[in-house]
């Protein structure tokens, strides 16, 4: 049974995730991400792990990307447009990218599976004391990093997407 929820969940987590990368879209791509992320959340669900899930679903899912939908709508962001043309040395490029990921993804579940099995996680490695302990020792500079990021994405799309007023410098007729 806990492998059959299991294969739902990754099956929907990384089907949506496919999703967010092709959708033309920028609304739905963002609403695949919704899915993707509540999935997640189901899968720490059965890790054993029901702090992490709340926090997935709260954090991200609650709060990010309500921010993404904010800013989409602020940008009013249209349809992605169809490019007819598309250089060989790009797709090319990207192929040569994709093999070298995958050959070290295959290298990482090699070497994984190869040694001893690690011992199982203890309910205290998912504790709120652990995480926190975690989170404002050993990762409190990258913490505060992504925050700002975000904020200076956030402030920076809509510098960028701001059109300007009639008379004034920058319109075009």
């Not at 059965?46 to 921010?67: E, R």
């Not at 040694?115 to 020792?137: C, G, I, K, N, Q």
């Not at 200076?152 to 997407?161: E, L, Y």
Request: net charge positive; with cysteine; hydrophobic share 60%.
């Amino acid at each position: 049974m806990e492998l059959a929820i299991f294969v739902l969940l990754a099956g929907t987590a990384l089907g949506s995730a496919i999703l967010v990368v092709f959708h033309r879209n920028p609304v739905s791509s963002t609403m695949s991400l919704v899915v993707t992320l509540v999935a997640t959340a189901g899968l720490f669900l059965m890790l054993g792990s029901p702090f992490l899930a709340a926090l997935q679903i709260l954090l991200y899912t609650g709060a990010i990307l309500v921010l993404f939908l904010f800013v989409i709508m602020l940008l009013n962001v249209r349809r992605e447009r169809t490019i007819h043309s598309r250089a060989p040395g790009l797709t090319w490029g990207a192929a040569i990218c994709s093999a070298i990921f995958a050959g070290a993804t295959m290298r990482l579940f090699w070497a994984a599976y190869a040694t001893a099995p690690t011992p199982p996680l203890d309910a205290e490695a998912f504790s709120l004391r652990a995480v926190a302990r975690e989170l404002f020792s050993t990762y409190l500079l990258p913490f505060e990093i992504i925050g700002l990021l975000l904020l200076v994405a956030v402030v920076a799309a809509s510098w960028i997407a701001k059109r300007p007023g009639p008379g004034e410098p920058g319109e075009v007729p």
